[in-house]
């Protein structure tokens, strides 16, 4: 279960807010999540301009004095990816220059995570390149969610954590189902870690669809690897972008005897008209994250759900702050 940060760790936070030396920077990337996670603190977001010129260069300035504080960047690098990921190289060297004591990245999404190793010759490996860039800006350390491979932690050379939304789902999910007429699906082979871990907590089976990927972006089921009759099946997994894998595999359950297919993922990318795919699919629900800001298009679709974040990252912030465990979030 997912523990609630101590009432002394909210309380070093905030006292040392009062004193100057947090300080809450937010870019344009998710206003939303970063307002709750403010919130979460009570600490007031510090004053700063994000803005652009004629030429869409981007032009930051911090409007509150900064020098010693331990300032956290809130910034989500989702799409316009490399607009955000510029606010948040732009934001750091402002804070940088302005004498802020440690500039600490909080990533809810990490843009860049699936390109994180060579996928044929001459390609290369950009999650690897965004880590220096981030790191060369002067971020002393990271926080991010759900990575789509635990090994980009490497790609930092800084300290880097990264959270989990498991505990979230888990506690979701046992409050919506009867768990004992629940299986957890991996969409494929490579998740397979993710989705035996949350069958782990929930004490349910696993099975896994087999896919074969002609392409990127596309997706062609090929199997499913185990029984899923009379099941509710729940897909996990940390991205969803086209929604070709979720829709492909919840044919693929369904045609197999499953009862129902949900969907619980971490970030929800959902790009072009992925919403739509997803409404018209045999999906019962999907549930997401807020990692990412919601397009209007996700918003109205009446089969995805948000999950709320925020007092997750906020109780790591406070951890952070205060210099006690993070990892304990999640024991």
Do not use: W
């Not at 060579?118 to 950009?126: A, D, F, L, V």
Request: neutral net charge.
């Amino acid at each position: 279960m997912l523990n609630v940060v101590s009432s002394k760790a909210r309380e070093e936070a905030s006292m040392s807010a009062k004193n100057g030396s947090i300080k809450l920077v937010a870019g344009n990337s998710n206003p939303a999540l970063a307002q709750a996670i403010a919130q979460g603190l009570d600490l007031p977001l510090t004053k700063a301009v994000v803005r652009r010129f004629a030429d869409m260069e981007i032009f930051v300035e911090i409007q509150e004095n900064v020098r010693g504080s331990d300032a956290f960047v809130i910034q989500s690098t989702s799409f316009p990816a490399n607009d955000h990921l510029m606010e948040l190289l732009i934001i750091t060297d402002a804070l940088r220059r302005s004498s802020a004591r440690r500039i600490t990245a909080v990533l809810p999404y990490f843009g860049y995570a699936r390109q994180d190793r060579k996928s044929g010759s001459r390609t290369p490996i950009s999650a690897k390149l965004v880590a220096n860039l981030i790191t060369q800006a002067g971020v002393d350390r990271v926080m991010t969610l759900d990575l789509h491979a635990g090994q980009i932690q490497g790609f930092f050379d800084i300290p880097t954590d990264n959270l989990y939304a498991a505990p979230l789902m888990v506690r979701d999910i046992k409050d919506k189902f009867d768990l004992s007429k629940v299986m957890v699906i991996s969409p494929d082979v490579g998740g397979v870690a993710r989705a035996r871990g949350l069958a782990k907590r929930i004490n349910t089976p696993l099975a896994i669809v087999d896919k074969r990927r002609e392409r990127a972006g596309e997706s062609e089921v090929m199997n499913v690897i185990g029984d899923v009759s009379g099941y509710t099946c729940i897909l996990v997994d940390d991205i969803v972008d086209s929604g070709g894998t979720l829709v492909n595999a919840a044919d693929a359950l369904i045609a197999k005897g499953a009862k129902d297919v949900y969907a619980y993922i971490t970030h929800g990318v959902l790009s072009g008209g992925a919403a739509a795919r997803i409404t018209n699919s045999k999906l019962k629900e999907l549930v997401i994250t807020d990692s990412i800001q919601p397009t209007d298009a996700v918003s109205k679709a009446p089969n995805i759900r948000t999950l709320p974040i925020a007092s997750l990252i906020s109780d790591a912030i406070a951890r952070t702050a205060a210099e006690e465990s993070v990892s304990s979030l999640f024991d």
